[in-house]
């Protein structure tokens, strides 16, 4: 689905919630095997077992990976992601956890060196199904202004 919108046509405060994800041991396996690491807090339950979280827990990088694709359902043809600031793996998640991702825009801002595009700033919050905050960060827009 394609939306079509403008840096001045974004509004502070406007707020969107994804659809629930469940993370399950494919998710942490194929992730492992997509980026190499295999640090045993994710690939060895009798390890984890040993330790104060009791099991494995998914890879902050992939949760944040899932948490973003859950936000990409709509396609803005006048912006693209610019990156990501300040972001944080607050608790972990576990085989079996639902995740959601709220994203809010936090900040409008010009471009400190183009006139013809601004930087929107939308704060993304990833929560469990416990609604505990398990991952945060800032997505960064470039969007064009209208012509």
């Not at 190499?36 to 494995?56: N, V």
């Not at 006139?115 to 700033?121: A, C, E, H, L, M």
């Not at 800032?138 to 969007?143: G, K, N």
Request: charged fraction near 20%; charge should be negative.
């Amino acid at each position: 689905m394609f939306y079509r919108q403008y840096f001045e046509e974004y509004e502070i405060g406007y707020t969107r919630t994804s659809f629930g994800r469940t993370i399950t041991e494919s998710d942490i396996v194929t992730h492992a095997g997509q980026t190499g690491d295999f640090y045993p807090h994710h690939m060895d339950a009798e390890w984890c077992k040993t330790q104060p979280f009791g099991q494995r827990m998914a890879h902050g990088t992939l949760i944040f990976s899932v948490a973003v694709g859950m936000t990409a359902g709509v396609i803005n043809p006048e912006a693209m992601s610019y990156g990501y600031d300040r972001l944080r793996f607050i608790k972990p998640v576990y085989i079996g956890d639902t995740i959601t991702t709220t994203a809010t825009i936090t900040e409008k801002r010009p471009h400190a060196k183009r006139s013809d595009v601004g930087i929107v700033v939308e704060q993304l919050q990833v929560c469990n199904q416990h609604q505990q905050v398990v991952l945060a960060c800032e997505h960064l827009y470039l969007v064009h202004c209208r012509p």
